[in-house]
T-cell receptor
Framework: DTAVSQTPKYLVTQMGNDKSIKCEQNLGHDTMYWYKQDSKKFLKIMFSYNNKELIINETVPNRFSPKSPDKAHLNLHINSLELGDSAVYFC????????????FGQGTRLTVV | GQQVMQIPQYQHVQEGEDFTTYCNSSTTLSNIQWYKQRPGGHPVFLIQLVKSGEVKKQKRLTFQFGEAKKNSSLHITATQTTDVGTYFCAGRSRGGSYIPTFGRGTSLIVHP
């Protein structure tokens, strides 16, 4: 039973398109995150949602919009895709406390052509 | 803001050699976590260190947290091909956000 699941696993799309990536966690965590991992493996946090409220947004272009219908889901919508958006996107979740670990989804490899 | 630096970026070793990756923070940390990401996989939590000078072991892996709680290291003794992957440290600043800041990771390549 997967703890953090995201779909799709692979996404190939053309520049200018709009796409969404879905994420769900069944761990009962109250915080969910989106990370972008570039080709050099750098994990950059994009968003964090706590109890359905956005609490951090690390200078991400406004073409990216997180949507959380409930605390078990955090979807990522991307408008007007650009070549530079190609990366692996990871969803993660944790409890909103200092001494808790993050659980990551399997990742979505986005390729913009 | 908080920065977490990790070195080296890559490390090639022969199977059986030891490996160490180092993590340094610009601020005092509340705790530090280590994650491993296998090729094509996702980061998986390994361990958390909380106390100043703490040392923890997991089989061939030894994790240390500095006395000043600003640096940490992961040492693998006698590497095996199953150790291949990218190791990340992630720190939380004392008095700061609970959202961890990840280092850039160290990719370990083990040659048989």
């Amino acid at each position: 039973d997967t703890a953090v699941s995201q779909t799709p696993k692979y996404l190939v799309t053309q520049m200018g398109n709009d796409k969404s990536i879905k994420c769900e966690q069944n761990l009962g965590h109250d915080t969910m995150y989106w990370y972008k991992q570039d080709s050099k493996k750098f994990l950059k946090i994009m968003f964090s949602y706590n109890n359905k409220e956005l609490i951090i947004n690390e200078t991400v272009p406004n073409r990216f919009s997180p949507k959380s219908p409930d605390k078990a889901h955090l979807n990522l919508h991307i408008n007007s895709l650009e070549l530079g958006d190609s990366a692996v996107y990871f969803c993660a979740s944790s409890q909103a406390r200092m001494n808790t670990e993050a659980f990551f989804g399997q990742g979505t490899r986005l390729t913009v052509v | 803001g908080q920065q977490v630096m990790q070195i080296p970026q890559y490390q090639h070793v022969q199977e059986g050699e030891d490996f160490t990756t180092y993590c340094n923070s610009s601020t005092t940390l509340s705790n530090i976590q280590w994650y491993k990401q296998r090729p094509g996989g996702h980061p998986v939590f390994l361990i958390q260190l909380v106390k100043s000078g703490e040392v923890k072991k997991q089989k061939r892996l030894t994790f240390q947290f500095g006395e000043a709680k600003k640096n940490s290291s992961l040492h693998i003794t006698a590497t095996q091909t199953t150790d291949v992957g990218t190791y990340f440290c992630a720190g939380r600043s004392r008095g700061g956000s609970y959202i961890p800041t990840f280092g850039r990771g160290t990719s370990l390549i083990v040659h048989p």
